[in-house]
């Protein structure tokens, strides 16, 4: 399984911006997908997740403003992020996992600043 990510980028407080994380490989197996984030000096953390029949699961740090989706028939997450605050500043992550394992992409940089 391959990841890649997309859509990261300079915006202003209050903004918005969109991910995408674009699967290939051996998709059929995949069981959940998800948005992790990495802040300067920080831990990785989880942000959002997305199981293969639907379920999702926020960060409560994000419930409200983020919403995690996908497009099946073009293998593609997507992370809508709404409401952006200095705070969510940070190298977002995709990941995905099956039963053989854990995937990563590759990052997209998310900078909330005026």
């Known amino acids: 399984v391959q990841l890649q990510a997309s859509g990261g980028g300079l915006v202003q407080p209050g903004g918005s911006l969109r991910l995408s994380c674009a699967a290939s490989?051996?998709?059929?197996?995949?069981?959940?997908m998800g948005w992790y984030r990495q802040a300067p000096g920080k831990q990785r953390e989880l942000v959002a997740t997305?199981?293969?029949?639907?379920?999702?699961n926020y960060a409560d740090s994000v419930k409200g403003r983020f919403t995690i989706s996908r497009d099946s028939a073009k293998n593609t997450v997507y992370l809508q992020m709404n409401s952006l605050k200095p705070e969510d500043t940070a190298v977002y992550y995709c990941?995905?996992?099956?039963?053989?394992?854990?995937?990563w992409g590759q990052g997209t940089l998310v900078t909330v600043s005026s």
């Open positions: 997305i199981t293969t029949p639907g379920s999702t």
């Open positions: 490989g051996s998709l059929f197996s995949i069981n959940a």
């Open positions: 990941k995905a996992t099956d039963y053989a394992g854990i995937y």
